[in-house]
Nanobody, 124 residues
Framework: VQLQASGGGLVQAGGSLSLSCVFS????????VGWFRQPPGKERDFVAT????????YGLDSVKGRFTISRDNAKNTVYLQMNSLKPEDTAIYYC??????????????????WGRGTLVTVSS
C-alpha cells in the first residue's frame, strides 16, 4: 500500500483548500483512511477518518463544521475539503490507512500506512 497526499499550499485566512489522498494497492474499499496534521513544533493530531462504508469521525472540535472528509472508491481517493481556514490550521497534513476492522481508528499507532504529507500554510 502506498499513499500520496497532495493539494496543500498557501492560502489566506478564510480561504479553502481541498486535499487529496490517492491510495495505490489492492483492496481500497476495505480500508479506513484518516487525515492527521502536525503543526510546526507540535505533535501530530488526528483530524478525521472515513471508513470503508463512508462513516466519518472528526477528531478536532476546531475543524468540525469547516472540514469535510469524503472518499471516491472508484478513484481510490480520499479527500479533505477545508473551508474557512484559520492560521492555526497551518500544518503538514498526512493521510494514513489501515484495514477496516469495524472500529473507528483515531490514533497515530492505529495506522501502518502513511503518505509523505502536504504542507498547508494559512496566512492571517
Amino acid at each position: 500500500v502506498q499513499l500520496q497526499a497532495s493539494g496543500g499550499g498557501l492560502v489566506q485566512a478564510g480561504g479553502s483548500l481541498s486535499l487529496s489522498c490517492v491510495f495505490s494497492g489492492r483492496g481500497f474499499n476495505d480500508y479506513t483512511v484518516g487525515w492527521f496534521r502536525q503543526p510546526p513544533g507540535k505533535e501530530r493530531d488526528f483530524v478525521a477518518t472515513i471508513r470503508w462504508n463512508g462513516g466519518v469521525t472528526y477528531g478536532l472540535d476546531s475543524v468540525k463544521g469547516r472540514f469535510t472528509i469524503s472518499r471516491d472508491n472508484a478513484k481510490n481517493t480520499v479527500y479533505l475539503q477545508m473551508n474557512s481556514l484559520k492560521p492555526e490550521d497551518t500544518a503538514i497534513y498526512y493521510c494514513a490507512a489501515n484495514i477496516d476492522y469495524g472500529i473507528v481508528l483515531q490514533r497515530n499507532s492505529d495506522y501502518p500506512y502513511w503518505g509523505r504529507g502536504t504542507l498547508v500554510t494559512v496566512s492571517s
